[in-house]
């Protein structure tokens, strides 16, 4: 049986903001998620990858991260993967944390189960 976490992660990508793009505002997405573009605002979203070229002026929120690109703010998610080639630039507070050699972050790092519990602390489902 498939359950409904399996279903967004192994899912298609529902929306695709490109390269090309800049929104200013909040983004609250549900699905799985893929920005390559410039967002000044918050993202708030099930599961969100960031392309190389994402370019993130505000905090995001998510059950599941995949980050590629930069942000500057505070990372909030159950599940976090940092690649090489991301930058971070806030807080990290995250359940189960993916770091690549080579990703750079500024910031506090907050990670592991003891977290659960916690105000304000991602929740996993």
């Keep these: 049986m498939i359950k409904k976490k399996d279903r967004v ?11 090309e793009l800049r929104i200013e505002g909040n983004i609250f997405a ?11 605002g918050d993202v708030n979203g099930d599961f969100i990858v960031f ?4 370019k993130i002026k505000g905090n995001v ?3 599941k991260v995949i980050l590629m690109g930069s942000v500057e703010g505070d990372v909030e998610a159950a599940e976090a993967e940092i690649k090489s080639s991301a ?24 990670s592991g189960n003891f977290l659960e519990g916690q105000s304000g602390s991602p929740e996993k489902k």
């Design 61 to 63: 929120k998510a059950k």
């Design 51 to 54: 392309g190389e070229s994402s």
């Design 87 to 110: 930058k971070v630039n806030g807080n990290l507070t995250v359940r189960e944390l993916s770091v690549e050699r080579g990703a750079s972050i500024e910031g506090a790092v907050k």
């Design 9 to 19: 992660e192994s899912g298609e990508i529902k929306s695709i903001l490109s390269s």
């Design 30 to 40: 549900t699905g799985k998620v893929r920005i390559d573009g410039e967002v000044l």
